[in-house]
């Protein structure tokens, strides 16, 4: 038992294994850290790992090649799915309901104008229907952006550039779509919201 601890000392962290802690505690030890899949995949594919492989005769490197094309395809393919799902998402439920919200915010401030209301509840309207309408702008521009960027991708013969241009040049796209999306969760009615709320996820009735 002592030699396997030994032996797998350097691999063993009790701690927080997402955290910037580990990050450190790995550079530390001298271990790959891989932040991304086609960086992870290319570590299936090293010298190193293809000599053991055929060594222990697991796989030959032909056959390690092919495994690792069919998972870089994959890889492309479910970020494919994502994006498409996530700018349909975008354009087709969210921004429209977030539309419909801002116009009766425009509206409600409109009629207290003509009623001569200048109250702070005015202010606090204009300021939330223009917030609105940011995160709406952003969101349609950067959905197109990623739909740009997702086409220049596909164009891409080899599964290897194309993997890495699609979690360079794709995939940041969804995490800023999704802040503006769960920014805008905060701010439109719950009756037009056309998605299931983080609380109602977390607690279903």
Known sequence: MQKYIKASKKIRFEGNGYGEEWQKEAAKRGLSNYRTTPEALEAMVSKSTVQLFEKMGVYTEREIEARHEIMLENYIKKLQ????????????????????????????????????????????????????????????????????????????????????????????????????????????????????KYRELLFLK
């Not at 994006?83 to 998402?89: A, F, M, Q, T």
């Not at 009629?111 to 349609?140: D, F, N, W």
């Not at 769960?182 to 719950?190: A, F, G, K, Q, S």
């Open 81 to 196: 799915i994502e994006s498409r799902v996530v700018g349909e998402l975008s354009l087709t439920q969210i921004v429209p309901a977030a539309m419909t919200h801002q116009q009766r915010c425009l509206e409600n401030l409109r009629l207290q104008k003509e009623l001569g209301i200048t109250a702070k509840s005015s202010a606090s309207l204009k300021v939330l229907a223009e917030t609105i309408g940011q995160h709406i702008a952003a969101m349609v521009e950067q959905t197109e952006k990623m739909r740009l960027a997702r086409k220049k991708a596909n164009e891409i013969e080899s599964a290897r550039t194309r993997a890495q241009v699609y979690c360079e040049q794709v995939k940041p796209y969804l995490e800023s779509i999704r802040d503006h999306a769960d920014r805008l969760e905060i701010l439109v009615d719950n009756e037009l919201w056309p998605l299931p």
